[in-house]
């Protein structure tokens, strides 16, 4: 059956009564997804998931949760981050064995954690990429990778700037390959440089150590920066993270199901 022809004035008034709700992302068609400064979001990685926190983004450990997991997500309308620790190994992962003792450093302060020799890709490289593959086949939209700052860190290997550049930038590729965003956890001193490879950005504790400015290269560029302080209480920092649109929490360090949002 022909559909009627309906005047130009009201197709356009049609379309402004059905246009999506604004949640803060950006999706193109065909494109991975972008999201903007500002957008609310919960961070759990310990515990039992809690599915209720009514935000539209989600960032959630990518080993313990399931496919089924993120597709829930997915149909109540969020986006799902899945985190990784790509600079550090966990020994308590299911390929903890895959990864060979002389690219397991020094401890990173974290029980069963130690950071890993980022300079040698030939091995770490086919190890991330399928973490990666693993996201990506669980239906993840993007992926938090965890401790991309070891060169400013004692990992027992003599890491430089430039080692860590070219690391982070291969996650950056290998997610983005993948169709996932990827954001740039910390490493605020190297934004400048990789604020054009990453989707987004994560940090911990900007607030506590004055160092929420430093952020301000992805918000110019229209990308969000999911921000978590764990020590100061919200009147701390909650007005000067309005100011500067990033998305701020408050969390216990366990990174449980509590929050408390700006």
């Not at 009627?4 to 197709?11: D, N, Q, S, T, V």
């Not at 969000?224 to 990033?246: D, G, I, N, Q, W």
Request: charge should be negative; charged fraction near 30%; aromatic fraction near 10%.
């Amino acid at each position: 059956m022909r559909r009627p022809i309906l005047p130009a004035a009201l197709i356009l008034l049609l379309a402004a009564c059905t246009t999506t709700p604004d949640d803060g992302t950006d999706e193109p068609t065909g494109e991975r997804w972008r999201p903007r400064p500002g957008v609310a979001w919960q961070w759990q990685l310990s515990g039992s998931l809690d599915t209720t926190v009514d935000v539209p983004v989600y960032d959630i450990d990518g080993f313990d949760q399931s496919e089924r997991t993120v597709a829930a997500l997915h149909r109540d309308g969020r986006k799902v981050i899945c985190y990784l620790s790509t600079g550090a190994w966990e020994d308590w992962r299911p390929d903890a064995e895959e990864f060979p003792r002389s690219v397991l450093g020094r401890g990173n302060g974290w029980e069963g954690e130690r950071w890993l020799d980022i300079r040698r890709t030939d091995v770490l490289e086919p190890l991330m990429a399928a973490r990666l593959d693993m996201c990506r086949d669980k239906g993840f939209d993007a992926v938090e990778p965890d401790n991309m700052d070891g060169y400013q860190n004692r990992t027992g290997f003599p890491l430089k700037a430039s080692d860590q550049l070219r690391y982070n930038r291969l996650i950056a590729k290998l997610a983005h390959d993948r169709g996932m965003s990827v954001g740039l956890k910390n490493d605020l001193d190297q934004i400048p440089r990789l604020v054009d490879d990453f989707d987004f950005a994560v940090n911990e504790q900007c607030a506590q150590y004055d160092e929420c400015a430093a952020m301000s290269p992805f918000i110019k560029a229209g990308k969000a920066v999911f921000h978590v302080e764990y020590e100061l209480p919200t009147s701390r920092f909650c007005t000067e993270s309005r100011r500067l649109k990033l998305s701020s929490l408050l969390k216990k360090y366990e990174l449980g199901v509590w929050r408390k949002a700006c």
